[in-house]
């Protein structure tokens, strides 16, 4: 994990996959992780982020708190949360968190990709 990642935080594996596969076309290196203790593992031990893509409903904890630990890192991290459209009320808890980037599932390729080439390079 030398180079600059686009982390991928889902429990969906075919959203990952999906999200992963469409970044690696855009020239991007991807990290794939399945629940958000995987990833605040590698965030400990020093992982390279140019920006982080993660699902507000984890298996194991929510975005909102992947996104409280990222933020508490010494570099600006962009963050975008996926979220459901079975969940409307989380755009309102990610807002007051202070998550500027929210997407809604069933997502458009083409408003992520724009996000992370305006966050990155």
């Known amino acids: 994990m030398g180079r600059d990642s686009v982390c991928i935080v889902d429990g969906d594996p075919a959203v990952r996959d999906s ?4 970044l690696d076309l855009n020239g991007y290196h ?5 629940t958000g203790s995987a990833f ?9 982020m140019q920006c ?3 699902e507000a409903d984890l298996p194991d904890t929510s975005g909102v708190r992947i996104f409280e630990k990222v ?3 010494p570099d ?7 979220v459901s459209r079975r969940n409307p009320s989380i755009v ?9 980037q929210v ?6 390729h083409r408003h992520l990709i724009e996000f992370i080439s305006d966050h990155t390079h």
Not at 92 to 100: F, L, P, Q, R, V
Not at 103 to 108: A, E, H, I, Q, T
């Open 92 to 100: 309102k808890t990610a807002h007051k968190a202070g998550i500027e």
């Open 52 to 54: 982080v893509v993660c």
């Open 19 to 22: 999200l992963s596969t469409l």
């Open 71 to 73: 933020q508490a890192l």
């Open 30 to 34: 991807v990290e794939t992780f399945s």
């Open 103 to 108: 997407f809604l599932k069933p997502l458009v």
């Open 76 to 82: 600006s991290i962009p963050f975008a949360l996926l």
């Open 40 to 48: 605040l593992r590698q965030l400990k031990s020093g992982i390279r």
